[in-house]
C-alpha cells in the first residue's frame, strides 16, 4: 500500500509539474509592430497562422504585427535562403483572437512553405514557384509566374485562378482545394475529398484522382 501511494504521488507530481510548464498564450488586446532587419532571402516558410503580405520590390523589407505578449514567442529568422516567420515550439498557445501578421517585401520569391493555418497573400511576377501548404493554410496570388507546383494537404487552399502560370503540377490530398491557370501542361494528383479546378485551355497530362475528389475546367 505504502509503495502505491508514492507512485500514485509521483504520478500527480510528474502532470502537476507538466503543466506548469506549458504556457498558454492567447494573445492581448495591444498590439506592436516591429521591423526586421533580414535580407537575402527568396523563400518563405510561415507558420502558426500568420498572414503574411507579400509584395515585390528592389529591397527587403520584413515588419511584423503581433499582441505585445506574444513578442517575446516570435520567431523571425533566415535560414539559408528562407525568412520563417512563426512563434517558438513546444508552447501551448491559443491565437483565436490574436493578432498575427507580416508585411514582407523581396525581390523574388521562389516558393513558400504555409503550415498551422497560415495565409500568404500578394501580386507578383515572379520565376518557377513551389507552395507547400498543410494545416488549413492558405495561399491567393494574382499576377504572373513560370512553372507552378503546390502540394496542399490537410483542408488548405490555393486560390490561384489569378496567377497566370506556364506549367503547373497540383497535388491536393486530404480535402485541399486548388484552382490553377496554366498555359501550358497541367498535371494533377487529386485524391481524399479534394478538388482541383483550372481555367484556360491547357495540354492535360497526367491526371490521378480517385472517387471522392474531383478535376474540373471552370
Not at 517575446?72 to 516567420?85: A, F, H, M, N, P
Given at each position: 500500500m505504502f509503495k502505491i501511494r508514492i507512485s500514485v504521488l509521483l504520478v500527480i507530481?510528474?502532470?502537476?509539474?507538466?503543466?506548469?510548464?506549458?504556457?498558454?498564450?492567447?494573445?492581448s488586446g495591444n498590439v506592436v509592430t516591429q521591423e526586421e532587419a533580414i535580407t537575402g532571402f527568396d523563400r518563405l516558410d510561415v507558420s502558426h497562422g500568420f498572414q503574411v503580405a507579400v509584395r515585390q520590390g528592389g529591397t527587403f523589407s520584413v515588419i511584423i504585427r503581433v499582441n505585445d505578449d506574444?513578442?517575446?514567442?516570435?520567431?523571425?529568422?533566415?535560414?539559408?535562403?528562407?525568412?520563417?516567420?512563426?512563434?517558438?515550439?513546444?508552447?501551448?498557445?491559443?491565437?483565436?483572437?490574436?493578432?498575427l501578421e507580416a508585411d514582407v517585401t523581396m525581390p523574388e520569391l521562389t516558393g513558400a512553405d504555409l503550415a498551422g493555418g497560415s495565409h500568404?497573400?500578394?501580386d507578383v511576377e515572379i520565376g518557377d514557384v513551389v507552395f507547400n501548404l498543410s494545416g488549413g493554410s492558405h495561399v491567393t496570388l494574382s499576377g504572373s509566374a513560370g512553372d507552378l507546383t503546390v502540394a496542399a494537404n490537410g483542408g488548405s487552399h490555393a486560390k490561384l485562378a489569378d496567377l497566370l502560370v506556364v506549367n503547373a503540377s497540383v497535388d491536393a490530398r486530404g480535402g485541399s482545394h486548388a484552382t490553377v491557370n496554366p498555359s501550358g501542361t497541367l498535371d494533377a494528383v487529386v485524391k481524399g475529398g479534394s478538388h482541383v479546378r483550372y481555367l484556360g485551355s491547357p495540354t492535360l497530362g497526367t491526371i490521378d484522382t480517385d472517387g471522392s475528389s474531383s478535376f474540373k475546367q471552370e
Open positions: 507530481a510528474t502532470l502537476l509539474a507538466g503543466c506548469g510548464g506549458l504556457a498558454s498564450l492567447t494573445g506574444l513578442v517575446e514567442d516570435l520567431t523571425v529568422v533566415k535560414q539559408g535562403s528562407t525568412l520563417k516567420i512563426g512563434l517558438k515550439p513546444g508552447l501551448s498557445y491559443n491565437l483565436e483572437n490574436a493578432t500568404l497573400v500578394g
